[in-house]
C-alpha cells in the first residue's frame, strides 16, 4: 500500500522559508519521478516542481513562479521528498501535495501522477 504523507506546513509572513517533507512508504522515492503541485483557493491544482527518478538523472523542473525561490530534493535514505521554499509570497498560499509518477520522467501534467498525498497548508501572509 501506498502513502504519501506531507508535512511542514504552517503560517509565515512574507519573505520567510518553509520545508515541506514527503515521506513515502509502499514505493522507492529513487524509482519514481516525484513532484509537489498546488491548489489555491478557487483554483485549480497546479505543477509546482518535479524531481525525475536517479535512472533519468535525477532532473529538475519548476513553475515558472517558484523558479529560483524553490527547491525539490530527495533522500534515498529516508525515502523522503523536500521542497525548499524560499522567497514566500502571499501568492504562494495553498494546499501543497507531494505526488509521484511511476514513468520516473519528466512531467508537469497531473495525470502522469498516480499516487497523491493528503496535503499540507502553507499561509503566507503580507
Known amino acids: 500500500q501506498v502513502q504519501l504523507v506531507e508535512s511542514g506546513g504552517g503560517l509565515v509572513q512574507a519573505g520567510d522559508s518553509l520545508r515541506l517533507s514527503c515521506a513515502a512508504s509502499?514505493?522507492?522515492?529513487?524509482?519514481?519521478?516525484m513532484g509537489w503541485f498546488r491548489q489555491a483557493p478557487g483554483k485549480e491544482r497546479e505543477f509546482v516542481a518535479s524531481?525525475?527518478?536517479?535512472?533519468?538523472?535525477?532532473?529538475?523542473v519548476y513553475a515558472d513562479s517558484v523558479k529560483g525561490r524553490f527547491t525539490i530534493s530527495r533522500d534515498n535514505a529516508k525515502n523522503t521528498v523536500y521542497l525548499e521554499m524560499n522567497s514566500l509570497k502571499p501568492e504562494d498560499t495553498a494546499v501543497y501535495y507531494c505526488?509521484?509518477?511511476?514513468?520516473?520522467?519528466?512531467?508537469?501534467?497531473?495525470?502522469?501522477?498516480?499516487?497523491w498525498g493528503q496535503g499540507t497548508q502553507v499561509t503566507v501572509s503580507s
Open positions: 524531481l525525475t527518478m536517479v535512472w533519468s538523472g535525477s532532473t529538475t
Open positions: 509502499g514505493l522507492t522515492v529513487r524509482s519514481y519521478a
Open positions: 505526488a509521484a509518477n511511476p514513468t520516473g520522467g519528466y512531467t508537469t501534467r497531473r495525470r502522469d501522477y498516480l499516487y
